[in-house]
């Protein structure tokens, strides 16, 4: 999580002053970084003492945090946007709140690295040659990461449920595209959740968001984590309980006339 409390003190008030060289050392940056991002508004002039411009400690908790905003993947643009929302006195914190719960990840899953022959070993093959296009098809799916060690797994339950398949008879192929269709018609199921929640929950309070409710949409989004989650999870229990039942009462049923065919032709 971003320390956004270094915004509690502007620019002007206190603490040590750098010349543009200094400042830019202490924050990581360079120079040139420096007065870009004086240029955007995404730190304020310095304060100026004849020639020289003097920054202070203020300007470097600022340059920090846009690096910090940076690193987890925000442009420029949208650093500006989260300064501005705080120059009017909105709570960054609250913002940065609101965006972690929405991008955080949503399985609690540890990526391994599997080596090439291990991972054809799990499916059957004594070569990963014979595995060459689900592997393939699993790259494109985000499954497989290639590296210099092998295979990064992004989920080890897929894998495995992948390798549980396979071990019970179902061609590798055939694992592979049932994971394909799974993924297909998850992100419609994940789409539907997302879209209700946005229609009925985001789009009523306007845009741009009320600061006043940030907090409680941040909240709406991580009960949705473990609702959303548990919703699907008891209704393909429900389906595959209805599922499973229907194909097996046809398969008794076909059984039971075949004997009794059987019996009565003895």
Do not use: C, K
Not at 248 to 260: F, I, Q
């Amino acid at each position: 999580m971003v320390d956004v409390n270094v915004e509690a003190r502007h620019p002007d008030e206190g603490g040590g002053e750098y010349r543009i060289d200094e400042l830019a050392r202490l924050a990581g940056t360079t120079v040139r970084n420096v007065r870009a991002y004086q240029d955007r508004g995404l730190i304020p002039p310095p304060r100026r003492a004849g020639r020289v411009g003097l920054y202070s400690e203020a300007h470097l908790a600022r340059l920090r945090l846009v690096a910090s905003l940076l690193e987890r993947g925000y442009t420029l643009a949208n650093i500006r946007e989260l300064i501005t929302a705080w120059e009017s006195g909105t709570d960054v914190a609250e913002l940065l709140g609101l965006e972690a719960a929405i991008v955080a990840p949503w399985s609690s899953e540890e990526p391994t690295v599997v080596a090439a022959g291990d991972l054809a070993a799990m499916f059957g093959a004594a070569d990963p040659a014979e595995v060459l296009p689900s592997i393939a098809t699993s790259i494109e799916m985000g499954l497989l990461e290639p590296t210099t060690d092998g295979f990064v797994v992004r989920s080890p339950v897929i894998l495995r449920a992948g390798a549980e398949l396979v071990a019970a008879g179902i061609p590798l192929e055939a694992a592979v595209q049932l994971a394909v269709q799974l993924r297909a018609d998850l992100d419609a199921v994940a789409a539907l959740f997302v879209d209700t929640v946005v229609t009925n929950v985001f789009d009523p309070v306007g845009d741009p968001i009320p600061a006043s409710e940030i907090p409680r949409l941040t909240e709406v989004v991580r009960r949705l984590r473990p609702l959303a989650a548990e919703a699907v999870a008891a209704e393909l229990a429900v389906a595959m309980e209805r599922r499973v039942q229907t194909v097996l009462r046809e398969r008794l049923g076909r059984l039971l006339h075949e004997t009794r065919t059987q019996t009565e032709a003895s």
